[in-house]
Structure formats: C-alpha cells, structure tokens
C-alpha cells in the first residue's frame, strides 16, 4: 500500500486526507464523499486542473505529498421533481379530486330516505367493514350493493344518489317500500329498524382473516386460519342472562347465551345519562309460570355481557307506540352520553376481571400523556423546528415501549378473539340524530368523527390527536364539518336533532 497525504479543497474549506495510489480513484472519491457530503456522482475532482475520472489511473497524475485536490459539487440533495405529472384541480376528474379535497361525499335523498343515508354514513366508519367488503364475491346482494356503493362513494367528489342499494333494501323489507299515509311518495322510516337490517344483511360476510399470533392491531393480513364471518367478529356481543324467581328463591336459576348486535338505552323520566339507561334494559322483571310453584311468578332477569365487540352499538330508544295518535311518538328527554365510555359495568364478573389490568394501565397512560401534551403546548410556540421534530420523535418512542407494555397485559384469550374488544373501553365515532316529534316524520342527519372516514397517515402526535376534534355532518347530499362542541348538543331536549344511533369504536393500544 502507497499512501501519501494530500489536500482536499471544497470551497473554502480544506481538509486533510490520505490518498491510496494502489487503489481506484472511486475509492478516493468515497472519502472525500464522507468528509465533504457531496455525493460520489455528483462529484468533480480535479489535480492541476485536470479531472479524475472514475476510471482513470493514478500513473496519469503522479500524486505526490502535500497536493492539493479541487472538489466541485454540492453537498446538499438537488430538489427532486414530483414523482408524478402535476395535475391541476381543474384538470383532474372525479377520483382525482375527491381525493384531492379529501371531503367524503353525500348521498342523494331519494324521496325520505334520509333514514338511509344517514345509516349507511355511521357503517361506513367502520374500516374492517371496508376490508370484509372489499374481498366479497357473492352473488348480487344488499351486501354487493352495499360494497358497489362505498366504492363508488370513494370515487368522486358528488354526492352519490344510492338507488340500487335502495331498490334491493326495499326488496329484502318491503316496510321501507311503504307509501306516505298523506300521500305524496314513500314514507319516513325509522333508522333503527334501517340499521337492524343492513346489519342482519351482513351475516354472510366473510370475515377478516388474523394476523399472526402477537399482533394485536389486526389488520387482516392473510391467514389459512378458519374466520368467523364479520359481523361475528367486530360488530357481535354475547349476553349471559341469569334468570331467578322472586317468589321462590330455592328454584334453580336458569342461565343462557344470546348474542347481541346492540345495546338498548331505555329513557325514563329518571334516565339522564347513557349507562343508566342501558343498565335499566339489562336488568328487567318477567312475569311467566314457576315450575316450582305451579302458578305465574315474577322472575328477575339479569343480563350482562360476556363478549364485548370491537364496535359497540348504543340505541337510544326515543320511540313508542301511542293509541291515541296511531304514531310513534318521541321520548324528548335529554340524556348525557359520553364521548370516551367504560363498559365494564355492563360486562359479568368474568370478563370485567379479564379486562381489568389493562384498564388501568391505559388510564395511567392517557393521565401521563395529557401531561406530556401540556409541557409541548407550553414550548411550541417558541421552539424552532429541530425542537418540535426531537419532541415528536422523543413522544413516538415513549408511545412505541407504551404500546409493547400494553401488549402484554392483554388477556390471552382476547387475543386471540379476532375483533373483541381488548380493552373494554370505547371512543365515539359516529351517531345518527333524529329532529322531529315522531318516527313518522322528521329528519335524520349522519355525524361521524373526521378520522374515522379520512383515516391520517402521517404528521405529528398532537396533529393527529387534533383531527379527534372535528366531525363531519351529513345531512343526504349536505356535508360539512363541525367541531366536537356539536356533537355535545345532540343530547336532546327538544324536537331538534337528538342521538338515536350511536357507534362506538374500542379504543386501540397505540
């Protein structure tokens, strides 16, 4: 090996390196690379005013000690051109800008059908449901349908009027093909009843196959594993109702296992929050004949949940039936719901139990976040742009060892329960409103968190956790966002917009 030292000149800066004749001139542009910056192909490097080239010999040149190199180039990566023809709004087509604008589309009122839209806008926040439909091949069904519709939703940026999911829901119910009593087209239908169907419509959807055993996100990555089909896995709970009766205590319980697709929250004129009223449909007081006692007793049934989905259906039963005006008539009453909802009070003891060590974990975590989210408040307005990206990497790293702590405190047999919920703990996603005084008549308007139909990919913590805050209302072919304080209005009170359908989503370990 012949090395000898030489000089290396970059503008104005120089800097001392030793130059191995014995090897290639490429070689000796990869260490001035690393000491200047400026990319091997992007360097010119000259001695006595002539260039190296990478194939030239050192016996051209005759190195000798103390020399001076020139090296032309910038250390700094030239601006790249977009890695796809620019495309002016203009100029795009209906795909193009709907995604562009990222504003979901609307659904066109087909004549009352807003019962409808505002359905199929709370469904369509499901993303495991966009998945399951996705790789559906079935024959031509509502289920079809409904796939064909959300697809096509995702294509353009007007409102998309549902006609053949319409024509094959009034098909499968010949209800909702019922005509306005006043006359004048079809008549207003119940969203309820709307969303039992779509709902019971799915049954035969494949679900999503697991991912492998460890992965708690579940994203549906292939499998050779048997699945359950969809609505099994993310949308179906599972009751377990103790029945006792009153009367004669010694008469053995009887215990069964129904499953269950939602949640009932009766109002009374004592309900004033969510979690009473489904606690009152749980627990109810059946009159039927006692065995034991060879007459009519009074048995007290008392349910609880032993499965807890993914998602988490709330109805709010606001409708009953009155003789006098042959309608259904609206309970008004206004009841506090919660935009984060623990179900643990609703599950039986055993699962309760299952649920209870990450439970507590996650609301140290949440308490320790807030506190992390209000030092970056208080240093983002004078931080420079170095400050705020270590903040953000240094908050993704704690969130990362958070997530893999989490992991482990998962209950095994959860997890491996493709689409139960892990945590028992929920977040509000979407809810559809009733305005009006009866299910006969009214409006019905779709209100789905922001995130939950323009899912982020990118940017920082806290923009992320911002997008939490706006929602969008869909009002049939009418969207436009709000923020978060709406939705705390939709409590009723009134003939205006009031919760009938709520969504809850269960809150991920991330």
């Known amino acids: 090996m012949v090395s000898i030292p030489v000089t290396v000149k970059h503008g104005p800066t120089s800097h001392a390196l030793m130059l191995d004749t014995t090897q290639p001139p490429l070689g000796f542009k990869g260490l001035i690379s690393d000491v200047t910056g400026v990319p091997v192909d992007r360097m010119k490097v000259m001695l006595r005013g002539k260039v190296v080239k990478d194939e030239s010999s050192w016996d051209e040149f005759k190195p000798k000690a103390g020399q001076t190199f020139m090296v032309l180039g910038s250390?700094?990566?030239?601006?790249?051109?977009?890695?796809?023809?620019?495309?002016?709004?203009?100029?795009?087509?209906?795909?193009?800008?709907?995604?562009?604008?990222?504003?979901?589309?609307?659904?066109?009122?087909?004549?009352?059908t807003c019962y409808m839209n505002a359905t199929l806008q709370l469904l369509r926040s499901?993303?495991?449901?966009?998945?399951?439909?996705?790789?559906?091949?079935?024959?031509?069904?509502?289920?079809?349908?409904?796939?064909?519709?959300?697809?096509?939703?995702?294509?353009?940026?007007?409102?998309?009027?549902?006609?053949?999911?319409?024509?094959?829901?009034?098909?499968?119910?010949?209800?909702?093909?019922?005509?306005?009593?006043?006359?004048?087209g079809y008549a207003q239908q119940d969203a309820d009843e709307c969303w039992q169907q779509i709902v019971t419509s799915l049954n035969t959807l494949p679900g999503i196959k697991p991912v492998p055993k460890g992965d708690v996100d579940m994203d549906g990555a292939s499998s050779s594993a048997p699945t359950a089909h969809f609505l099994e896995q993310y949308m179906m709970g599972q009751m377990s109702k103790t029945m006792t009766c009153d009367a004669a205590p010694e008469e053995p319980s009887t215990h069964t296992i129904?499953?269950?697709?939602?949640?009932?929250?009766?109002?009374?004129?004592?309900?004033?929050?969510?979690?009473?009223?489904?606690?009152?449909?749980?627990?109810?007081?059946?009159?039927?004949?006692?065995?034991?006692?060879?007459?009519?007793a009074v048995y007290t049934e008392k349910s609880r949940v032993s499965r807890l989905p993914e998602y988490l259906t709330v109805h709010m039963v606001r409708f009953y039936w009155r003789r006098d005006i042959s309608k259904k008539a609206k309970i008004m009453r206004k009841v506090k719901f919660p935009f984060d909802f623990d179900a643990t009070e609703l599950a039986t003891p055993e699962l309760a139990k299952r649920l209870q060590p990450i439970q507590g974990r996650i609301r140290e975590i949440e308490k320790e976040r807030d506190e992390r989210r209000k030092v970056r408040r208080k240093t983002k307005d004078s931080a420079d742009g170095s400050v705020k990206k270590e903040e953000a990497e240094k908050e993704h790293a704690v969130r990362k060892e958070e997530k893999e702590e989490l992991e482990k405190l998962v209950d095994t047999d959860l997890q491996t329960d493709i689409g139960?919920?892990?945590?028992?703990?929920?977040?509000?996603?979407?809810?559809?409103?009733h305005k009006g005084a009866s299910a006969d008549s009214g409006h019905y308007i779709g209100w789905v968190r922001k995130d939950a139909v323009n899912r982020p990919t990118n940017g920082s913590v806290d923009d992320l956790e911002a997008e939490r805050d706006v929602w969008y209302k869909f009002d049939d072919d009418k969207v436009s966002t709000v923020d978060k304080d709406k939705i705390t209005q939709l409590e009723g009170g009134g003939e205006d917009s009031t919760a009938y359908i709520l969504l809850y989503k269960t809150k991920r370990l991330d």
């Open 75 to 112: 250390a700094t990566e030239l601006p790249k051109g977009p890695s796809k023809p620019v495309v002016f709004l203009e100029d795009m087509n209906d795909t193009q800008l709907a995604g562009a604008l990222r504003m979901p589309v609307g659904l066109v009122n087909m004549g009352n």
């Open 126 to 184: 499901v993303p495991e449901l966009q998945i399951a439909l996705g790789s559906y091949n079935g024959a031509p069904s509502l289920t079809s349908a409904l796939r064909d519709l959300y697809k096509g939703m995702s294509e353009t940026a007007d409102a998309v009027p549902p006609l053949i999911f319409l024509t094959l829901l009034r098909q499968a119910n010949p209800q909702f093909a019922e005509q306005s009593r006043s006359g004048g």
């Open 258 to 296: 129904e499953r269950i697709f939602k949640l009932d929250c009766n109002i009374s004129i004592n309900t004033n929050f969510m979690l009473s009223g489904i606690l009152d449909s749980l627990d109810q007081k059946i009159t039927k004949n006692s065995p034991s006692l060879g007459r009519e």
């Open 420 to 433: 139960a919920s892990l945590t028992g703990l929920y977040e509000l996603v979407a809810l559809v409103t």
